[in-house]
């Protein structure tokens, strides 16, 4: 088939695809939190999934999911105790909040948006939120573009008069409300050191195909594999695991449950964040500058058979730049990006994760 006409296709698509209604598993507690973008000066409002612990001394986490997935990826197969969020719950006493930033799940989309929306406003806002809830400082833990957007709220990444910025004194009173934070992948710098490497091929494919969205906005990313895989030649979702590691029913739930939208900002913000080797600000700024102005414990882990967050170069651009005197890494071996997430068996891996945020 001609690729104009495939992309034709797919821009039909994901035109209506979008807004599907979202549904919620059974037992999740759904909670909403509403400001005002700071931004497009619109008010607007967020669910927050929370995973129910009746102990009163549980200690509250913000889980901050990836590019383009809901609060699934967190409980994919509970039937199956393939739940990430209950093993939280079951082992470490903890109680989960999973984040839906704009345009995940239910959550309201503001037209326009990319990283540092999500990093200025959707983080602060549930954070904010948790802590109306909480005596206690809470805990953050990010995944992936989860783990990038955290960064840069901890950075202070907000609104500077007329333009974004890293603020000192922002960085300061948000690290104030957080007692530690654990970054599973999320390399600022997206950075590579494989000659082999992904990133470059996946951004290339990206900005190639840029022209055909400059009208669209918020996209269906189901629709977008679908329809641009055949094009490319490239199947994201073989990237994300390896497959040794998960099962068929696992890997089905990730793509049937896990993938929701993503918008035309943060799809060319990691593609020219590839490019030029630093995830930057609408004002050009790149993160990894701002990262010494994170001074909270933290914790990055890192997985050798990831090609999104590449473990040495991660390591090497993001990690060693935190600014953080108590900070801790490790680099597991055998394992993909989302492995931990389809195997109930790799629940564990994030048991030292946890014992470290635990223990500040």
């Known amino acids: 088939m001609n690729k104009n006409l495939l992309f034709f296709i797919s821009l039909l698509l994901l035109s209506v695809s979008v807004h599907a209604k979202f549904e919620y598993h059974p037992d999740w507690s759904v909670h909403k939190t509403c400001g005002q973008d700071s931004r497009e ?36 197969l509970p039937n199956k105790e393939v739940s990430v969020a209950r093993y939280l719950v079951e082992k470490w006493n903890l109680r989960p909040y999973v984040l839906h930033v704009r345009g995940i799940g239910n959550s309201d989309y503001v037209a326009g948006t990319n990283m540092d929306d999500i990093a200025m406003d959707d983080i602060e806002m549930a954070v904010d939120w948790l802590k109306e809830k909480s005596k206690d400082k809470i805990y953050i833990m990010g995944h992936s573009q989860g783990s990038i957007t955290t960064q840069a709220y901890l950075a202070g990444l907000s609104k500077c008069i007329v333009a974004n910025c890293f603020n000192p004194a922002k960085a300061w009173s948000r690290q104030r409300k957080v007692k530690a934070v654990a970054l ?71 793509y049937t449950k896990t993938v929701d939208s993503t918008t035309n900002g943060i799809l060319f913000q990691f593609a020219e964040g590839v490019r030029d080797r630093a995830i930057k600000t609408r004002t050009k700024l790149p993160y990894p500058s701002a990262l010494p102005l994170i001074r909270i414990p933290v914790f990055q882990q890192l997985y050798a058979d990831d090609p999104l967050a590449e473990a040495e170069a991660t390591l090497k651009d993001n990690f060693h730049r935190i600014g953080s005197s108590n900070k801790e890494y490790e680099i597991l071996q055998d394992r993909g990006h989302e492995d931990f997430f389809m195997n109930k068996n790799l629940h564990s891996d994030l048991d030292n994760v946890v014992e470290f945020l635990l223990a500040n």
Request: charged share 25%; proline share 2%; glycine share 2%.
């Open 184 to 254: 599973l992948a999320g390399n600022t710098a997206m950075s590579v050191d494989r000659v082999d490497n992904k990133l470059d091929e996946l951004a290339k494919m990206a900005l190639f195909i840029r022209p055909a969205f400059r009208f669209f906005d918020e996209i269906d990313v189901k629709t977008l594999t679908r329809f641009t895989g055949p094009v490319s030649n490239l199947n994201l979702w073989q990237w994300l695991y390896n497959r040794h590691n998960t099962s068929k029913e696992a890997r089905k739930a990730l």
């Open 41 to 76: 000066k619109q008010e607007y409002c967020l669910e927050l999934i929370e995973f129910e612990n009746k102990n009163d001394d549980a200690k509250l986490v913000l889980l901050v999911s990836g590019f383009f997935q809901n609060a699934y990826i967190w409980d994919l």
